[in-house]
Structures are given as C-alpha cells and as structure tokens.
C-alpha cells in the first residue's frame, strides 16, 4: 500500500496543510493520489505543475507556487549551519535537521505553509474548495517526493541549500551523488605488482567466521523508503530461506561421488582459476586435474577449512 509522508519532513509538509484544510479535501486527495489518478507533475524552482485526472475526458490543470525564500533568510540558513556542526554532519548523512524547522519558526521563517495566503493552489476544475481533492492528490505526491529527497523542502523556496552551501565553502558534493563501492575497486591496476612473501603462510579458518544471520536485519529500519510495510521480517525469511536452501545443498554436495582420489583431502591442492574464470586443481605433486564448476564445490563441501590455504593465480 503506497504511504506519503514517511519521513519527519514529509510528515510536516502534510500536517501543515492538513491543518489549513477546512473542507476535508486532503483524505480524497489521498485516494486519488493511490489511485494513479495524477497523470503528471513537474516541479521547477518553486512551481509545480501537474494533470489530474477526473470525472471529464480531459484531465484538470494544477498550478502550485511556494513562495521563495528572501536573500537574508537563505543567509539565516547558511549561518545557522555554519555555527552548529551537529547540524552539518546530519546534513552529510542526508537528513535535515529538526533543528532547523524551530531555528526558523524563531525568525519567524516559514518552511511550511501556515495558511492558504502562505501558498498559491489553483485547479482547472469547477470544485470551489481550496484545496480540491485534485490539489489535494498532487500534495500526497509532493509529500512523497519529499521522503525521497528531503532537500526539496528548501527547493520548494527556491533554495538550492546543497550548492548555497558548496558556494558558501562548505563542499558537500557527496550529498548529490553517492559513490557506490563496485566490485571493480577490488581489483588491482594492471601496473601493480605483488610483493614476494617467503615467510610462513597464514591460513584462514573460516569455520570461525560469526553467523550473522540474526544481525544483517537489524541494518535495516523497519519502515525503508523503499517498502510501504516492516521490511524486517521480508529480509529475515528470505535469508533464512536462503540459510535452508545452502545447508541442504552442501548435504547433496557432501554425498556426491569423489572426483578425485579417496586420500585427495591428505593431499596440498592449490585452486586457480584463469583470465576467462576457469578453474583447475594442482597437487603439490605437479599433476594437474582440470575441473568444472560443480566438481569444484564437491571437493570444497569435503575439505576443512583449516586444510584451504588463499593463493594467487
């Protein structure tokens, strides 16, 4: 079921128009907007245009502006940031600060709209009331678009607070874009060499490794902007699912047929796999035994991991 107003601040773009709204349009507003109903919507600087589809063939126009922000009440925002790095630091993490709502209240700054003077709402359809259940859905959608980019709070105002803040020599770019670590970070430049070791090995037992299976969901939060219900139980069924599926197919790999000889466990192998992702088995004897993928796990599922040692190939 979609929600609109997940986040603190679209919680307050929500219930302060809802506050305003004298003829109970917002609760239909909300239907239409779960319905699909709004059929396009456009936002530049602080106007939104949408289509909102209705009882007539063709769909009704809105029109939205939010009032911008004075250049010294962007200069409040800037300063108050400046001052207080608990707040630049919440803003590094991609929240914005309740803090900053009450710092404007106190100048008397308006970030929400307090009365219908305080935003200008217009529908092409013949309903008198303000906000129509037309206006009302593009305001569930706006709300949405605010969970998603809390920023927008500031935009709406034409306020661009990520680059007033760049400008203002406070280099925030990692906010706009995030880098996502790919697997390609992994792997070294063709101009690396590796250094010789000829000291002793170290052998990894990977049998000590922690199950995390109770942990991994507490990474997520119960409600993510992703999800419209509690995620935590959808990942935890899936990796207990997945848990199952592994411990059974480790049992079939353990019953399987041998690919090689009975005492192959006594034996040091080393596992290396080519440019294309083949793999191949080399005794220590110099033989070597070339292998599929799934002979390959048959052997791993039969050796212990103390008996595994990493290499390089």
């Avoid at 909300?30 to 600087?45: F, L, R």
């Avoid at 710092?103 to 935003?119: T, Y």
């Avoid at 935590?232 to 599926?245: D, F, G, L, S, T």
């Avoid at 033989?287 to 052997?299: D, R, V």
């Amino acid at each position: 079921m979609e929600q609109y107003g997940r986040t603190w601040w679209g919680q307050q773009w929500l219930k302060s128009l809802d506050r305003i709204d004298f003829t109970n349009r917002l609760p239909r507003g909300k239907n239409y907007a779960k319905k699909g109903m709004v059929a396009s919507i456009s936002i530049h600087e602080n106007s939104i245009q949408a289509k909102v589809k209705g009882s007539r063939p063709k769909p009704y126009d809105i029109n939205i502006i939010v009032p911008p922000f004075f250049d010294e009440e962007k200069k409040f925002f800037i300063d108050a940031i400046k001052k207080d790095p608990l707040l630049l630091s919440q803003l590094l993490n991609r929240q914005l600060p309740e803090e900053l709502l009450t710092l404007a209240g106190n100048r008397h700054i308006k970030i929400f709209p307090q009365s219908w003077q305080d935003i200008k709402l217009n529908c092409s359809c013949p309903d008198w009331a303000v906000p129509c259940k037309h206006l009302a859905a593009v305001i569930y959608i706006i709300a949405k678009e605010i969970d998603q980019n809390p920023f927008l709070v500031f935009g709406l105002h034409r306020f661009n607070l990520l680059a007033e803040l760049s400008t203002n020599q406070l280099l925030l770019q990692d906010l706009e874009t995030e880098k996502i670590f790919s697997i390609h970070d992994c792997i070294p430049d063709k101009k690396y060499k590796p250094v010789k070791w000829d000291g002793p090995k170290e052998v990894p037992d990977f049998s000590l490794i922690e199950n995390l299976l109770p942990t991994l969901p507490l990474l997520f939060t119960a409600n993510p902007l992703f999800y419209d219900t509690d995620f935590k139980p959808v990942i935890q069924n899936h990796y207990k699912r997945q848990a199952r599926y592994e411990a059974n197919y480790i049992a079939q790999l353990k019953q399987a047929a041998d690919i090689l000889p009975n005492d192959f466990r006594y034996y040091h192998y080393t596992i290396t796999y080519n440019d294309k992702g083949q793999a191949a088995i080399i005794a220590v004897n110099g033989k070597e035994y070339a292998t599929t993928l799934p002979q390959l796990l048959i052997l791993l599922s039969k050796t212990e991991s103390k008996h595994l040692e990493s290499g390089h190939g």
